[in-house]
């Protein structure tokens, strides 16, 4: 079965594994996801990921970050799907949880945080909201 929306697999592994109290989870690998947890790495939100091969296939292995017992991350979710794209200028990028959390862009320059897209003066697709 074609996976239909892979940028939304991946932060349901990643909700899924901490729920779960993992160490860390699995992803198969493309530069989409790789870019997305450069930033949740840069942010703090995981600790790091490292590319393998599983079976034949690359895959990212994701370790993720817990704070006293707590997930670091407590609320993840995908603001533009494949049925609705959402995009934004630089000025208008919303704010997670008042300058608490991220949002996280694919621009031109790559894909950034909120905070690099403003610094930057760049706006895009918003790809997903980190808490």
């Known amino acids: 079965m074609a996976l239909t929306d892979p940028l939304g ?3 349901t592994r ?14 198969p690998a493309s530069k989409l996801r790789a870019r997305v947890l450069d930033v949740l790495q840069r942010e703090g939100y995981i600790r790091g990921y490292r590319e393998e091969v599983v079976g034949g296939h690359s895959g990212l292995r994701i370790e993720l970050k817990y704070f006293e017992g707590q997930p670091a991350i407590k609320y993840v979710a995908r603001v533009s799907k494949p049925g609705r794209r959402v995009y934004s200028g630089s000025k208008e990028l ?6 608490l ?3 996280i862009v694919s621009t031109p320059k ?11 003066n760049v706006g895009g697709e918003v790809l997903a909201e980190v808490f």
């Open 9 to 11: 697999d991946l932060l």
């Open 14 to 27: 990643i909700r899924n594994g901490q729920q779960a109290r993992k160490d860390s989870v699995t992803s």
């Open 94 to 99: 919303p704010r997670v949880r008042n300058g």
């Open 101 to 103: 959390g991220i949002t």
């Open 110 to 120: 790559g894909v950034l945080s909120d905070a690099e897209a403003r610094e930057q």
